[in-house]
């Protein structure tokens, strides 16, 4: 006799949270990480999964506008606060500079870290519009990129700075 014993799930939570600007609520597994909500539950696959270990940044995303690991957050902890992913960064059809300047310089090869990247950059230029090259170094010390060798991506960086202080 097999004494297989299935467990059943906990109950769903209700989570309210604002998503790129947008009120959500949403029944969620209270175990579900916040990557695991926006990806499988809200259907927001740009943010990418990774190694589930806070090591890659790949899934960094913003919460009440600081970079935060989704892959390390449980959803629910996210309770009422608000969550920019890397489909909130245009503006409609009209990309964010940092976008652009990724695009146009060859800092997104496969892509798959992009997205940790542009937001982990956005916040770094929310709070630094002109940082040295050291600083970027230092605030993107957490996101990986096997393609790029880095250098794009901080002059991607570079190029999108000067564009949003007007001197390029
Ligand atoms: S998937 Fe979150 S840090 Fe790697
Ligand atoms: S572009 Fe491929 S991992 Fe960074």
């Given amino acids: 006799m097999s ?13 309210h949270m604002k ?15 916040l990557l695991e909500v926006l990806r499988e539950d809200l259907l927001l696959t740009g943010t990418k999964h990774g190694c589930e270990l806070g090591e890659c940044g790949t ?20 309770q009422g606060k608000s969550v920019e992913t890397v489909e909130g960064m245009a503006n409609g059809p009209e990309l964010h ?3 652009e300047a990724f695009a146009e310089l060859g800092a997104a090869q496969c892509g798959y870290c992009t997205p ?25 010390a957490g996101n990986l990129c096997r393609c790029t060798g880095y250098l794009k991506i901080y002059e991607a960086i570079e190029l999108a700075a000067a564009r949003m202080r007007g001197v390029k």
């Fill in 59 to 78: 899934c960094a995303v913003l919460v009440d506008g600081e970079p935060v690991l989704s892959c390390l957050v449980l959803g629910v902890a996210c």
């Fill in 3 to 15: 004494d297989h014993r299935v467990i059943p799930e906990p109950p769903k939570t209700v989570l």
């Fill in 97 to 99: 500079p940092l976008q």
């Fill in 19 to 33: 998503v790129n600007g947008v009120r959500i609520e949403e029944a969620i597994r209270p175990h579900k990480t």
């Fill in 116 to 140: 940790g990247f542009l937001l982990t950059a956005k916040e770094l230029l929310d709070r630094d519009p002109d940082p040295s090259r050291e600083t970027m170094i230092a605030a993107l």
